[in-house]
């Protein structure tokens, strides 16, 4: 999923263009007219900060949820969903529900990744019955992003069958939502078998982590040589603690 971009804005010690002041007199609905139209994604994306950042009393969430629901156009539709999270419309549910079976793969990723921020608890059914048959990488890594967000620990055994399946930055994801999701006698071996591959091995070191109660050091942060020191401490650890785990006294699993 493309992620949003931070916007700068240098203000000067002048008077606004006409084109902003124009902008901000725009209605929703032109905005949206334009936004919908707009197929340059930084420039739609553009449109849609200023619908959600200065429409947010002027009924901004329903007029997205019902060009949403209206589109023909998938970017549209996606980049909707953003925005209703953003202005935190939770009225937009069923409809994020019903697009995790959505033919388009970004669609079904931002619908996965909406209920995750909303907060939807009663999404749970419908985003693992997603998450359980999604094949496509950027689907994937929202879903589980949402499981965690959601705790819905049903969602366990799913990730596990797709750790293997997917690599690099996907398989990073997965491992990060089995940290939080998974158990610690049944999941640290396993996730422990990627503390050597790249892309793979921060997220293990985290996951491990969390799975087991132990702290390998704060994250570093900055440049740094690679592997980081705490992905140095993980490996040692689990060199340690392999024949024996969980049956050890040291380690301490929740």
Same mark, same amino acid.
Request: glycine share 4%; net charge neutral.
């Given at each position: 999923?493309?992620?949003?971009?931070?916007?700068?804005?240098?203000?000067?010690?002048?008077?606004?263009?006409?084109?902003?002041?124009?902008?901000?007199?725009?209605?929703?609905?032109?905005?949206?007219?334009?936004?919908?139209?707009?197929?340059?994604?930084?420039?739609?994306?553009?449109?849609?900060?200023?619908?959600?950042?200065?429409?947010?009393?002027?009924?901004?969430?329903?007029?997205?949820?019902?060009?949403?629901?209206?589109?023909?156009?998938?970017?549209?539709?996606?980049?909707?969903?953003?925005?209703?999270?953003?202005?935190?419309?939770?009225?937009?549910?069923?409809?994020?529900?019903?697009?995790?079976?959505?033919?388009?793969?970004?669609? #079904? $990723?931002?619908?996965?990744? +909406? &209920? *995750?921020? =909303?907060?939807?608890?009663? %999404?749970?059914?419908? @985003?693992? /019955?997603?998450?359980?048959?999604?094949?496509?990488?950027?689907?994937?890594?929202?879903?589980?992003?949402?499981?965690?967000?959601?705790?819905?620990?049903?969602?366990?055994?799913?990730?596990?069958?797709?750790?293997?399946?997917?690599?690099?930055?996907? #398989? $990073?994801?997965?491992?990060? +939502? &089995? *940290?939080? =999701?998974?158990?610690?006698? %049944?999941?640290?071996? @396993?996730? /422990?078998?990627?503390?050597?591959?790249?892309?793979?091995?921060?997220?293990?070191?985290?996951?491990?982590?969390?799975?087991?109660?132990?702290?390998?050091?704060?994250?570093?942060?900055?440049?740094?040589?690679?592997?980081?020191?705490?992905?140095?401490?993980?490996?040692?650890?689990?060199?340690?603690?392999?024949?024996?785990?969980?049956?050890?006294?040291?380690?301490h699993p929740k």
């Amino acid at each position: 999923m493309l992620s949003s971009r931070t916007i700068a804005v240098v203000v000067l010690m002048t008077p606004l263009a006409p084109s902003v002041l124009a902008q901000r007199s725009e209605s929703t609905a032109t905005l949206l007219l334009r936004f919908d139209n707009e197929h340059d994604l930084s420039a739609k994306e553009h449109l849609l900060l200023t619908v959600t950042n200065t429409n947010k009393d002027a009924g901004a969430g329903p007029s997205l949820l019902r060009l949403a629901v209206s589109t023909t156009n998938s970017d549209t539709r996606w980049m909707a969903m953003r925005g209703m999270a953003t202005l935190r419309y939770t009225p937009c549910a069923p409809f994020l529900k019903a697009s995790l079976k959505d033919f388009d793969p970004l669609v #079904r $990723a931002n619908a996965a990744r +909406a &209920l *995750g921020d =909303l907060r939807i608890g009663n %999404a749970s059914d419908s @985003l693992l /019955a997603m998450f359980a048959t999604e094949k496509e990488p950027p689907a994937v890594q929202q879903a589980s992003l949402a499981l965690r967000m959601l705790n819905i620990k049903a969602a366990a055994p799913y990730i596990r069958e797709k750790i293997s399946a997917f690599t690099g930055q996907t #398989r $990073a994801w997965l491992i990060q +939502a &089995l *940290g939080a =999701l998974g158990s610690a006698a %049944a999941d640290v071996p @396993l996730v /422990a078998g990627y503390l050597e591959e790249m892309m793979s091995d921060m997220a293990a070191t985290e996951a491990i982590q969390e799975l087991a109660g132990v702290s390998f050091g704060p994250r570093t942060l900055g440049l740094i040589s690679y592997p980081p020191p705490e992905t140095v401490a993980a490996r040692a650890w689990w060199k340690s603690h392999k024949d024996v785990w969980p049956h050890c006294d040291d380690c301490h699993p929740k």
